[in-house]
């Protein structure tokens, strides 16, 4: 891949891009961005992780709080095409990169005790964040149409990533993701955060080491949407000043702006998205695969009843989720759409287990607390999902949540979308990653990216 591709399609030579970049990051750091180990306490400045953020919408105000808890971590950039507005899940939230390199500097200076502290800057283009030398890993929370290239290219560039969940908009990528992470041994964790709760962990482990008896049945849910479309008759809109809307874009089909279609919002539209079935669907159904087991995956999947925008709709996800899938060993998943939002439930010969963000129960009630035994499975403990990352960063091994978990979650939502959107049944090679038997299908495993970006 070129990284060195400008927005207009101009190409750089490789050293004037460096140079202009070296030249940018110095005028942005007047004083020491790196800062002394006094501020860390014993994490020395060879013993921290500096990260970049890429991607300062609404998720940022959950994760860069998270990150800023880890004094091996230093925030050192915040990267968006947004240079600040509103627009996004809440009117009361004013977002964007300097918005959020702000919340950092002034975090940093509260923990510095120095007012004018700026060791964190801001800029529009995340290849200068994957040019510099300075920047150990990057933290991924652009829209999911994003998340393909820009994980690769920042694995060739030689960062670690995190990236938010889904991992990918399409099975194709998900693919192209891994043999890049792979290829160029760098750490990937996906930011679905549920892998890392211990009432999770233990309800997993109990259905996965027979505590239910045979399992039978499995039921996953997704939040409703929580925001509705023009309709059809919609009508193009001037783009807001301080907002790179082709760079928005990137890879996906050129499209005319409309203020619902990005931010937030953009997680109604299939060019970006897969709608709640990968948004709320990459927690319930990564729960589903370890509790079942990371090492199946369904070969059935079929529509449940789902329902769509009307025709000519800005919004193109789902406004119901509900498909079926079948694993290899005759358990049945049913994901759909559910007014609490995220949650599991497993069903056994004797016994039924349901989990939520903090929710769990059994039947009989005694379930919760069998013990297992020397030779039952167990899971890594992670407590933390930022700080699993960390951990794995250093350790140089994989975290709770690696490209190929992630991957195969996705996909089970990627496939549950497109035996919706067909409205029947079809077979699923997990060994290829192909549906058996069907081109049209098929082709919907993967996606044209729009010139110039490609894997």
Known sequence: MNKHISRSGSRLHRRDFLRSTAALAAAAFGAPYIMPSSVFGKNSPSNRITLAIIGCGNQSTVDIPEWLKNDDCQIVTCCDVNRGSRGYRDDKQ???????????????????GNDSYKGCDACIDFRDVLARKDVDAVAIITPDHWHAVQTIMAAEA????????????????????????????????????????????????????GKLGKLQRVESYVAENNFKGP???????????????????????????????????????????????????????????????????????????????????????????SFRAKFPNGVELFCHTNKPGFGVRFEGSEGSLEIGSSKFECKPASLKDAVLGGNDKRFAISENHYRNFLDAVKARKDGVEPAEVAHRTSMLCHLGNIAMLLKRKFKFDPQTEQIVGDDEANKMLSRPLRAPWHY
């Open 94 to 112: 004013f977002l964007g990169r300097e918005p959020q390199r702000n919340f950092v500097n002034k975090a940093y200076a509260k923990k510095t």
């Open 231 to 321: 309709g059809p008759g919609w009508k193009a809109e001037p783009v807001p000043e301080g907002f790179d809307y082709n760079f928005w874009l990137g890879p996906a089909p050129q499209a005319p702006y409309h203020n619902l279609r990005c931010f937030y919002k953009f997680r109604f539209i299939l060019d970006y998205s897969g709608g709640q079935t990968t948004n709320f669907g990459h927690h319930s159904n990564g729960v589903v695969r370890w509790g079942v087991c990371d090492d199946l995956f369904p070969t059935e999947f079929e529509d449940a009843g789902s329902e769509w925008p009307e025709k000519g709709d800005l919004f193109t996800t789902p406004t119901k989720v």
């Open 158 to 209: 030689g960062k670690d990533i995190y990236c938010q969940k889904p991992l990918s908009l399409t099975v194709r990528d998900g693919q192209e993701m891994i043999k890049a992470v792979r290829k160029h041994n760098r750490i990937l964790q996906c930011g679905s955060q549920w892998r890392s709760k211990a009432h999770i962990r233990q309800a997993c482990e109990l259905v996965l080491n």
